[in-house]
């Protein structure tokens, strides 16, 4: 069974720093791209980050360009978020996905709150 | 970027009846190579994650009642629930994914019974 599980979430100042993690789980994960996607507070879907198989692309939205970096470790089936200099509009669910395209799994997200 | 615009964003449909909700691309999502349109349907209910219901704007996720269709090509695509259930109260995003540089989503379209 396919597992994508978040963790890291939380609060933080705005400035602050916040690393996700998203351990996976029931399928090759160096198989596949993956993907960010996060969802404001009653707001619809937006699409954060992915990265390649092997790590060597990795694209971003152009809010979150030279502020968040998305990274994964093959050998330990897990993907990664560092959310840099965040901002009150960063405050949102963040899903991990398995791929960017027709995505047919997703964790249940972890909460990001960016506040004083 | 690609823009998605849905509409409407909302919709009332009573019970069995047929619900039409529509996804506009900013500009072509059909790879011309390969002839096939780069659009996904999701359906969020509150609480969850979206849910995958139709990819490469017509072919039904394993295990989505058929009751979901998805049709278009070009710029302009439609999901259709043929016979409204109860169940099927959520909102619905459409997605583009025709550049993996900057995939992107439509705004929503809140389904209710009417």
């Known amino acids: 069974e396919v597992q994508l599980v978040e963790s890291g979430g939380g609060l933080v100042q705005p400035g602050g720093s916040l690393r996700l993690s998203c351990a996976a789980s029931g399928f090759t994960f160096s198989s596949y791209w993956m993907s960010w996607v996060r969802q404001a507070p009653g707001k619809g879907l937006e699409w954060v980050a992915n990265i390649k198989e092997d790590g060597s692309e990795k694209f971003y939205v152009d809010s979150v360009k030279g502020r968040f970096t998305i990274s994964r470790d093959n050998a330990k089936n897990s993907l990664y978020l560092q959310m840099n200099s965040l901002r009150a509009e960063d405050t949102a669910v963040y899903y991990c996905?398995?791929?960017?395209?027709?995505?047919?799994?997703w964790g249940q997200g972890t909460l990001v709150t960016v506040s004083s | 970027d690609i823009v998605m615009t849905q509409s409407p964003d909302s919709l009332a449909v009573s019970l069995g009846e047929r619900a039409t909700i529509n996804c506009k691309s900013s500009?072509?999502?059909?790879?011309?190579?390969?002839?096939?349109?780069?659009l996904a349907w999701y359906q969020q209910k509150p609480g969850q994650p979206p849910k995958l219901l139709i990819y490469w704007a017509s072919t039904r996720e394993s295990g989505v009642p058929d009751r979901f269709s998805g049709s278009g090509s070009g710029t302009d695509f439609t999901l259709t629930i043929s016979s409204l259930q109860a169940e099927d109260v959520a909102v619905y995003y459409c997605q583009q994914y025709y550049s993996t540089l900057s995939i992107t989503f439509g705004q929503g379209t809140r389904l209710e019974i009417k």
């Open positions: 500009r072509s999502i059909l790879y011309s190579s390969n002839n096939k349109n780069y």
């Open positions: 996905a398995r791929g960017s395209s027709g995505v047919g799994y």
